[in-house]
């Protein structure tokens, strides 16, 4: 798995690349509450475009970066999300409680 | 791993690995093509792959917490029953680790109206297979999953299973 960082106007955009899995999802979570609560970005979309597959510990990653930006007051938001992705928000019944977008203009809209 | 050896049916699929979480994309990566094989829409690939994976992370996370080097063992067979006068396909997979037993009192999946991380693992298993068991076998913990190409959530106990 890949991530990286890129500003857009007042977002930062995480692109991450490949499967957030157990071995891996501690590094999401670090890169999440980086820019959420230490560069107090004001609002972080996940790019998933690029990731096939998210397990619970991915899930449980994105639910501490969901919690930073409340308690932040920023936004955090996700797009380009797999079936799979999707699937898993479904089934942990997280799905509505993120902002999901289908694409980067849309994720990044004022 | 002694007592799993001693499993007599010839299985369609046997995997021995270590408990390294970066094997978890191996695991994954051989069910793909098992599961189209035998016959499973993508959606439900998804979900036993899923579940699966699920599984031998618990079994690296909490059976072996954490250790890196301990044996896990996956089987899988295909299973047909009959149902409502058809036949379905299935697919069984056996997972045997030699961690300490498990207490499944201490097993809930918790709540999903809490918004918190963690906890998920064990609610997205059960969500995803016709059939979860777990039993003690010897020194060995083995967990047992079952799913049907047809099955629908709920409607699948009363059918007899047989490996094929």
Do not use: W
């Not at chain 1, 560069?39 to 979309?45: E, G, I, L, N």
């Amino acid at each position: 798995m890949n991530i990286s960082s890129r500003r857009v106007d007042k977002a930062t955009i995480l692109d991450v690349s490949g499967n957030i899995d157990m071995s891996n999802s501690p590094e999401v979570r670090k890169a999440l509450l980086r820019e959420i609560r230490d560069k107090a970005v004001t609002r972080v979309a996940l790019n998933l475009t690029a990731v096939e597959y998210i397990d619970s510990s991915g899930v449980a990653s994105l639910v501490e970066g969901l919690k930073a930006s409340r308690e932040s007051g920023s936004r955090f938001v996700l797009f380009g999300l797999s079936d799979s992705a999707r699937e898993v928000l479904k089934i942990s019944r997280l799905l509505k409680l993120f902002e999901i977008y289908d694409d980067e203009t849309q994720a990044i809209a004022p | 791993m002694k007592k799993s050896s001693k499993l007599t049916r010839a299985f369609l699929l046997k995997l021995e690995l270590r408990s390294h979480p970066t094997l978890l994309c191996v695991i994954r990566g051989a069910l793909g093509p098992l599961m189209e094989m035998l016959g499973f829409s993508a959606e439900h690939s998804r979900e036993i792959i899923r579940a699966v994976d699920e599984a031998v992370s618990n079994i690296m996370r909490h059976s072996y917490q954490g250790r890196l080097d301990q044996p896990i063992e996956v089987y899988c067979n295909r299973l047909q029953r009959r149902a409502n006068g058809e036949t379905e396909q299935g697919v069984e997979i056996l997972l045997f680790d030699c961690g300490p037993a498990v207490d499944t009192t201490k097993l809930p999946a918790r709540p999903l109206d809490e918004i918190r991380p963690g906890g998920l693992g064990l609610h997205i298993i059960r969500g995803s297979m016709d059939t979860v068991q777990y039993k003690r076998a010897g020194r060995l913990n083995r967990l047992r999953l079952v799913k049907y190409a047809r099955s629908s959530k709920g409607g699948c106990g009363s059918a007899a299973e047989k490996p094929s």
